[in-house]
C-alpha cells in the first residue's frame, strides 16, 4: 500500500507541477516575445498528456527508488538513472503530444522538466519528513503511556 500511495502522491504533485511549468512557459513567452498569449491553445490531448506523464513518471519513481538496503552509492546511481530515465519520458512524451516544435521549446521544456524534479523531490522529502514527526510522536505517546 505505501508503494501506492507514492504513486498516487507523485502523479498529483508532478501533475501540478507541469501545470505551473505551463504557466511560467506562458508568462516566459509574454515576456520575451510579447505575446498577448491570444494564440496560447492547449489541445485535448495535451491536457491528457499532463496526469499521463505524472502516472508514467511515478511508476518509473516506483520502480527505481523504492528498493530496500541500498548503499549509499548504490542508492545515488539509481536517483541519477531515475533522472535520466524521467528526462526521456518527458522528452518523447514532448514530441508525441506536441509540447514544443522547435528548439526553444525544447529547452524551454528542458528547463522546466528540472524545476519539476526539484521541486517535486523537495515535496517529497517535506512530506516523508511530517509522517516520519507523527510516527514518532505516535510512539512516544505509546512509551509514555506505559
Known amino acids: 500500500m505505501n508503494k501506492l500511495k507514492l504513486w498516487f502522491l507523485q502523479t498529483m504533485m508532478i501533475s501540478f507541477a507541469v501545470l505551473c ?5 506562458g508568462v516566459v513567452f509574454l515576456i520575451i516575445d510579447k505575446d498577448p498569449l ?20 511515478s511508476l ?6 523504492c528498493r530496500e538496503n541500498l548503499s549509499k552509492k548504490a542508492y545515488m546511481i539509481s536517483v541519477i ?3 535520466i530515465c ?9 514530441k508525441l503530444f506536441s ?4 528548439m526553444d521549446g525544447f529547452i524551454l521544456v528542458t528547463i522546466i522538466y ?3 524534479y526539484a521541486f ?19 510512539l512516544d505517546s505509546i512509551r509514555d503511556e506505559e
Open 120 to 138: 517535486v523531490w523537495i515535496a517529497t522529502r517535506f512530506l516523508q519528513k511530517q509522517d516520519d514527526n507523527r510516527i514518532n510522536k505516535a
Open 38 to 57: 491570444s494564440s496560447f491553445s492547449l489541445n485535448w490531448f495535451q491536457l491528457l498528456s499532463i496526469p499521463l506523464t505524472g502516472a508514467v513518471c
Open 99 to 102: 509540447w514544443y516544435t522547435k
Open 60 to 65: 518509473v519513481t516506483v520502480l527505481l527508488l
Open 86 to 94: 524521467l528526462y526521456g519520458v518527458v522528452i518523447l512524451f514532448g
Open 21 to 25: 511549468g505551463i504557466v511560467l512557459e
Open 114 to 116: 528540472f524545476l519539476v
Open 81 to 83: 538513472i531515475h533522472c
